[in-house]
């Protein structure tokens, strides 16, 4: 959603103008309904938040690192690179199809499963790529099968599916389950890409 | 130099209103870690989308986007709420790249981009100078995403400078037909007014309205009632009662502005002595709630009103009906009190906030309000900049006391695994399971061959059933007496490593650090909005006291008047006698 809106000065001429529009009749908006000495310390309590953010922003910063730090331990405490494989999922336009979800199986065991938002969709479509499933697994031949299902060309469910037998040797391994449009099929393609 | 920077900008506005752009919409996906980081931002969640970023940066894997990935980061760095992180990674990127004899590989892509939201940083902040120099750096193409908000933030930094010429010419050009078109005008047309520049401000606060006529969204017709409103103060200031009421009738009866519209009708009619056309007015506003500090006015005025016309057993109904709403509204202040007081409160305004900000903009600026969702004794104040910082950064602080709360589970479990693999794989545990597999291989050796044995003494028939399960069998044994030899020669078994175990207890360290910080920083920013809030309750209930007062007043002056007219009648009665 786009949002638009009145400058700072222009929305304060509006309020002060506004406001003055009674107080041109009556004398009640003159009135201060409050006490000064309370509405001192909220004004005062207010300005102490700029004080306060660059302390937040430090604070935010920190916990960023902290975060980034605790990953890459995780990740080599339970992912050591030399077993570690990564399936991620992309979508190259998805004007032929629309996703709904996925489901992989490894050595035909269900290992992992989404189904997407619109938002998901949406930041798929504009090139994000999503890290669907990240595991460990034994050196060697591994066969891995991806089902897509959403609707296809002219509103109608659609499910396909993709596999790829594939060698998983020393270091990480990336998989990604790639949808593309076929513009010649005027229909999506599906495929499993190594890396 | 100001002169300059606005000849800049204009000339800046007039080239891109002609120019092709040609930049296409689409990041192109070159490298799936930066993928997965834009999946991130995407979506909004700037905060998983930069430990993504500063993970993939650690581990060197963005090497095909650098450049775009330094400005996400920056786009990132700012959208989550570190403004000034945001200004140094721009004017890394910016520094020396800037300069025509460096070649640094940095597309005009990505330098115009990364100048323009500098630009706008600075605008939010304030530094108007400072954002309109950094905007006259921008060279050749614009980047077609940000093509039309450059020239939407260069009209306005003109507006700030007071550039209005430039504005018009603007509004006349480039802007014209730009969603952003009407609320430059109305930009336009305060400005006008804030100078004492009325009939400028006039004609513009008209295109608004007519803007809004053509364009009969809900968005546009709410800015037209805020110029029709405009308009009327312009003539009250004037003395022209008539041409102010004039222009409130046509502000709607509904919506977040109809309140204030509908008491300033009201009070132009008394004052043109129209109060038949007042009352009306008055009473559609009697039937709102309480919380409004118009229709608490209201309720008053309104039996003054029939007071004045000589109904006074109307008015004392009125006031009546007047004192007992207002005795709800002390009590629902109460209640609202007691709400704000309870320990979970900031977090339910938190977690709203969403429902009162638009959620696509690069650096927070003024909120914008959903009116049915707010507290109704709060609405002013939520629509003040630095109480929606408060909540902004409250709702950032809950998020990363979550995240940490999240390690501190992830943590233990960190800690189980680590001991489990000291136990499991310890030198004397390794020998003693290969001392029971060799005593389980000599005992099923012996086995199998007995039951060889035993298979030579049965028929040839039977002794040919047997012969396939005693290969299978035999094939297993072998199996297993492979993996035995491999286990046999793991000369010391696999720990983590003490540099491994040392950082993994810092980390754990700075989990609970970061989570007192982070605990401390949020009982301050609590405490800030409960005296704020609380500060705006004491207000509500002084003027509500006050009219509640008012209302009283003129309930015993009715009856005083009712006694006087009854002694009155009973002495004239007497009389005659």
Redesign the interface.
């Known amino acids: 959603?786009?949002?638009?809106?009145?400058?700072?000065?222009?929305?304060s001429?509006?309020f002060y103008?506004?406001i003055?529009?009674?107080s041109?009749?009556?004398n009640?908006q003159t009135?201060d309904?409050?006490?000064q000495g309370?509405?001192k310390?909220?004004e005062y309590?207010?300005?102490?938040?700029k004080a306060?953010?660059?302390?937040?922003?430090g604070?935010?910063?920190?916990?960023?690192?902290?975060?980034?730090?605790?990953?890459?331990?995780?990740e080599?405490?339970?992912f050591p690179s030399s077993t570690q494989l990564s399936i991620?999922v992309?979508l190259?336009i998805g004007q032929f199809f629309t996703l709904e979800s996925v489901k992989v199986k490894i050595n035909g065991k269900q290992v992992a499963s989404h189904l997407y938002s619109e938002?998901?969709r949406?930041?798929?479509a504009?090139?994000?790529?999503?890290?669907l499933y990240l595991t460990n697994l034994n050196l060697g031949k591994h066969k891995i099968v991806a089902f897509f299902t959403g609707i296809g060309p002219n509103g109608r469910p659609y499910k396909r599916a993709s596999e790829l037998e594939f060698q998983k040797s020393k270091g990480s391994q990336?998989l990604?389950l790639a949808i593309v449009d076929d513009r010649a099929k005027q229909e999506a393609k599906f495929t499993i890409k190594q890396? | 130099m100001r002169n300059t920077t606005q000849l800049l900008i204009t000339l800046v506005l007039v080239f891109f209103g002609f120019e092709k752009v040609t930049a296409s919409e689409?990041?192109?996906?070159r490298d799936?870690k930066?993928?997965?980081i834009?999946?991130?931002?995407?979506?909004q969640n700037y905060?998983s989308a930069?430990?993504g970023h500063?993970?993939a940066s650690?581990?060197k894997e963005l090497t095909h986007q650098i450049n775009e990935a330094k400005l996400l980061q920056g786009g990132m760095t700012l959208s989550?709420?570190?403004?000034?992180?945001a200004e140094k990674i721009f004017q890394q990127l910016l520094v020396n790249k800037d300069d025509a004899n460096n070649d640094s590989g940095i597309s005009d892509e990505v330098k115009n981009k990364a100048w323009f939201y500098l630009a706008k940083m600075y605008y939010h902040k304030g530094e108007d100078n400072k954002a309109a120099a950094t905007l006259a750096r921008i060279q050749g193409d614009i980047p077609d995403e940000i093509h039309k908000e450059f020239n939407y933030l260069a009209t306005?930094i003109n507006?700030?400078n007071t550039h209005l010429d430039s504005v018009e010419q603007a509004l006349g050009g480039v802007m014209q037909g730009s969603?952003?078109e009407p609320?430059l005008i109305?930009?336009l047309a305060?400005?006008f007014?804030?100078r004492g520049d009325k009939d400028n401000a006039r004609t513009n606060f008209a295109r608004v309205i007519v803007y809004g006529q053509a364009h009969p969204q809900d968005?546009y017709l709410v800015l037209a009632d805020?110029a029709k409103?405009?308009l009327?103060?312009i003539e009250?200031?004037d003395g022209d009662l008539l041409g102010?009421w004039l222009h409130l009738q046509n502000v709607r009866t509904t919506g977040l502005?109809s309140n204030?519209a509908l008491?300033?009708y009201g009070?132009?009619a008394?004052?043109l002595e129209r109060y038949d056309v007042a009352i009306p007015a008055l009473r559609a506003l009697d039937q709102r709630s309480i919380s409004i500090a118009e229709v608490q006015?209201a309720k008053v005025l309104l039996a003054h009103l029939y007071e004045q016309q000589g109904a006074p057993r109307t008015a004392l109904k009125q006031y009546l009906l007047a004192e007992r709403a207002f005795a709800e509204g002390i009590k629902s202040i109460e209640s609202a009190r007691r709400i704000i007081d309870g320990q979970k409160i900031p977090e339910e305004f938190v977690i709203n906030l969403d429902a009162m900000m638009?959620?696509?903009?690069w650096y927070g600026?003024?909120p914008?309000l959903d009116y049915n969702k707010l507290t109704p004794f709060l609405i002013e104040l939520m629509s003040?900049?630095?109480?929606h910082?408060?909540l902004k950064?409250l709702r950032?602080?809950y998020a990363?006391r979550e995240?940490?709360d999240y390690?501190a589970r992830?943590a233990q479990e960190?800690r189980l695994?680590?001991d489990h693999r000291q136990q499991g794989w310890s030198s004397d545990g390794l020998k003693k399971f290969i001392a029971d597999t060799e005593n389980q291989k000599t005992q099923m050796e012996i086995q199998i061959s007995e039951l060889g044995l035993h298979a030579k003494t049965l028929s040839v028939k039977e002794q040919y059933r047997f012969a396939p399960l005693l290969d299978s069998m035999a094939v297993d044994f072998e199996f297993l007496e492979k993996n035995l030899n491999k286990v046999k020669k793991i000369e010391k078994p696999y720990q983590?490593s003490e540099k491994?175990l040392r950082?993994?207890a810092q980390?754990h360290e700075?989990?609970q650090q970061?989570l007192v910080?982070?605990d401390k920083?949020i009982k301050?920013?609590e405490?800030?909005m409960r005296?704020?809030v609380?500060?705006?309750l004491?207000?509500?209930e002084?003027?509500m006291k006050?009219y509640w007062a008012q209302a009283r007043l003129g309930k015993a002056r009715l009856y005083d008047k009712t006694l006087n007219t009854l002694e009155e009648d009973a002495l004239k009665q007497v009389a005659p006698q």
Request: hydrophobic share 40%; net charge negative.
């Open positions: 959603m786009t949002s638009f809106r009145l400058t700072n000065s222009c929305i001429v509006l103008l506004i003055s529009i009674n041109a009749y009556a009640d009135i309904f409050s006490e309370k509405q310390t909220a309590a207010l300005s102490n938040v306060l953010s660059k302390e937040i922003q604070l935010k910063k920190s916990v960023v690192d902290l975060n980034k730090d605790l990953q890459l331990m995780e080599e405490l339970l991620f992309s190259d938002k998901q949406q930041a798929l504009r090139g994000g790529v999503q890290r990336f990604e890396w | 689409n990041e192109s996906l799936l930066y993928g997965t834009l999946f991130d931002y995407y979506q905060f930069l430990i500063e993970v650690s581990r989550y709420g570190l403004p000034d992180e306005l507006i700030r969603i952003y609320y109305f930009n305060a400005s007014l804030a968005e805020r409103q405009a009327a103060h009250v200031e102010a502005y204030r008491l300033s009070w132009t008394i004052k006015e638009d959620e696509t903009d600026s003024e914008s003040s900049n630095a109480f910082t408060v950064e950032d602080l990363l995240n940490l390690w992830q960190h695994i680590i983590e491994n950082w993994m980390l700075r989990i970061q910080n982070t920083m301050k920013l405490s800030i005296i704020v609380n500060a705006e004491d207000k509500h002084e003027r006050y």
